[in-house]
């Protein structure tokens, strides 16, 4: 439904542009500069945005400051990372024990509101660290990023995407593995 309506927006646009571009004198250049201008304004903010978006994404990385040393609670005798393996639907406890420990070991610090990047922009952005909860050392911090779309998307479609750090794009155990390093005991 919001697709079709988008669709009937556009249309609805197109057909008022040139409308207003027949009425004007069509032999002027300066009135086909503003027919143009009137057509594509609203969808210059989604261009730049993404633009400005995708950019941000693709340059956006996890800085390491610190590891925290763990043994064999999280990984395997042989060294291997317990959260990266498979558990079978039976073993779940066991899994969400092993997840709510290293949990447990990090805090994770963020606002949870994504701000604005500049007051013109339709990128929002969210500033996280793991910090190690006993010392309050910064194990790691990154950004994140949102974009809800320019002016035509958010009015009729709503909705946002966002993009973080690859360590996070594989699963969030990952970058667990990277801040805690193993320890043997």
Partial sequence: MAGLLALLAIVL?????????????????PVALTAAAIFFLPFL???????????LCQ??????HGTLPVGNELYSEDGAWRLGMNYPGERWREHL????LADSLVRWDHHGVYEPIHPLSPVDSMHSQFVDPKT???????????FKGGIVRRTLLGGSTQCRPEPFNQNGY???????????P
């Fill in 97 to 100: 024990a092993l997840v709510r």
């Fill in 45 to 55: 903010d989604e261009a730049f945005g993404l633009g400005q978006y995708s950019y």
């Fill in 136 to 146: 309050e050392r910064i194990l790691a911090e990154w950004t994140s990023y949102s």
């Fill in 13 to 29: 646009w197109v057909a008022a542009s040139a409308k207003l571009a027949k009425a004007l004198s069509p032999k002027s250049i």
């Fill in 174 to 184: 990952v970058m667990y593995k990277q801040i805690m390093t193993y320890s043997k």
């Fill in 59 to 64: 340059r956006s990385a996890v800085k390491l």
